[in-house]
């Protein structure tokens, strides 16, 4: 199994930043693509940002230029830089990794449990 823990949620005003991180434990041989999700009150999930084994980058459109996303490999962990931070940004933020358990095992998502960020003055 793999477990997966979020934080860095907080309550911010607008314009400010914030670092969320993810780390990834248990039975992992290799972990392939990493990503943010997140979930507006309301609203269906979606796609803040992603990053693949390689480094290559992809961002949802309402956070481009703003989020930075990166990756440790060595710790197992993600990370998601967010500045100029707007109110609809306002959402419960979700990691997602693929990994695979051995070297033979097929590649399986796993999701983090969420954590809240909520930007306001």
């Known amino acids: 199994q793999v477990q997966l823990v979020e934080s860095g949620g907080d309550l911010v005003q607008p314009g400010g930043s914030l670092s969320l991180s993810c780390v990834a434990s248990g039975s992992i041989y290799s972990i392939h693509d990493m990503s943010w999700y997140r979930e507006p009150p309301g609203k269906q999930r979606e796609l803040v940002a992603g990053i693949t084994s390689s480094g290559r980058t992809k961002f949802g459109d309402s956070v481009k230029g703003r989020f930075t996303i990166y990756r440790d490999n060595a710790k197992n962990m993600l990370l998601l830089q967010m500045n100029s931070l707007k109110p609809e940004d306002t959402a419960l933020y979700y990691c997602?990794?693929?990994?695979?358990?051995?070297?033979?095992?097929?590649?399986?998502?796993?999701w983090g449990q969420g954590t809240q960020v909520t930007v306001s003055s």
């Open positions: 997602k990794v693929l990994v695979a358990t051995s070297y033979e095992s097929p590649v399986f998502q796993y």
